[in-house]
């Protein structure tokens, strides 16, 4: 309810309701924040899970867009992920055998140098298990190299996994807060955009009463203090509230220096946030509040 429509309902209320010289009785109306629940990635909604008037909690699952692409493509991954433990078990099963064949031509050279000293084989030997030696550590340098490449390709699946888990989250919208769904603007099936509006949540923790305070009464009221709230139909039961702000400015100020006779009709904004009892309260009911001078 707009705060220049209900104006007019209460202000005539300021002058019927009886007054106390120990208290402040004025009307309010209850309000709250609401939490617009938009879509974050284009898509087809495939399940909406909530209804108008359904009491939700913080991180309840409230709509699915569909997921399939995602999916797929989290799928596809998996896939590449197998290729690449394979490729490695292969790959460590064969540098296993080229390491113990590097080290087998590494005793041959030291040996063969040993018996060329002696004279016993002719440097031809020599030289040709030296080149034995080099392919041995040549194979086993690009073998080395090949399971690098493999590591950056897992590091490359797991940042596209990342996203694609990231961008799935999009696809899953959740309450940002526990409170009752007001409305729902799509349906099953619809197409969805970025920025497209859901639904509405009211945040039930967040629920206060505005009331408009007289100039002359302002004065007596201070931030944190306590207030009585009556509610038509449950007057046998009290409920309370404390003074969370005072408006910035006053309401029906006609320009900035006004008269000390219409300083009377000036109102200040209260806020009242309540202490308990949230489920009583429904946005845009009429109470009355009370508060001690």
């Known amino acids: 309810m707009k705060k220049a429509a209900w104006l007019l309902f209460l202000l ?109 084989i002719s440097g031809d030997q020599l030289e040709k298990s030296r080149l034995q030696l080099k392919d041995a550590q040549t194979s086993l340098f690009e073998l080395d190299r090949s399971l690098e490449a493999l590591q950056i390709q897992k590091e490359r699946i797991a940042n596209k996994r990342q996203a694609l888990e990231l961008a799935e989250g999009d696809l899953l919208l959740k309450a940002p807060a526990s409170g009752v769904v007001l409305e729902t603007f799509i349906s099953r099936g619809e197409a969805v955009f970025p920025g497209t509006a859901l639904a509405d949540i009211l945040d039930l923790s967040s629920l206060f009463i505005d009331v408009f305070i007289e100039e002359k009464e302002i004065s007596a009221l201070k931030l944190g203090q306590r207030a009585v709230v009556i509610v038509d139909g449950l007057e046998d039961r009290t409920f309370y509230g404390r003074i969370s702000a005072f408006g910035r400015k006053a309401e ?34 009429p109470v009355t509040v009370v508060f001690s001078k």
Not at 14 to 21: D, W
Not at 262 to 278: F, G, H, M
């Open 12 to 120: 005539p209320l300021f002058f019927s309701c009886g007054k106390n010289a120990r208290e402040i009785r004025a009307p309010g109306v209850v309000d709250g924040e609401i939490a617009s629940i938009k879509v974050l990635a284009a898509g087809t909604l495939e399940r909406l899970l909530v209804e108008e008037g359904q009491v939700v909690k913080r991180g309840e699952l409230i709509a699915e867009i569909n997921r399939d692409k995602v999916r797929n493509g989290l799928e596809e991954l998996s896939l590449g992920e197998r290729e690449i433990a394979n490729s490695e078990e292969r790959s460590r099963q064969k540098r296993q055998l080229l390491a113990a064949n590097l080290d087998y031509w590494r005793k041959q050279v030291l040996r063969f140098e040993r018996l060329k000293q002696s004279q016993s």
């Open 252 to 285: 029906f100020s006609p320009k900035y220096i006004v008269s000390e006779k219409e300083r009377q009709a000036l109102l200040y904004q209260v806020k009242v946030r309540l202490d308990r009892d949230l489920d009583v309260f429904k946005i845009g009911m």
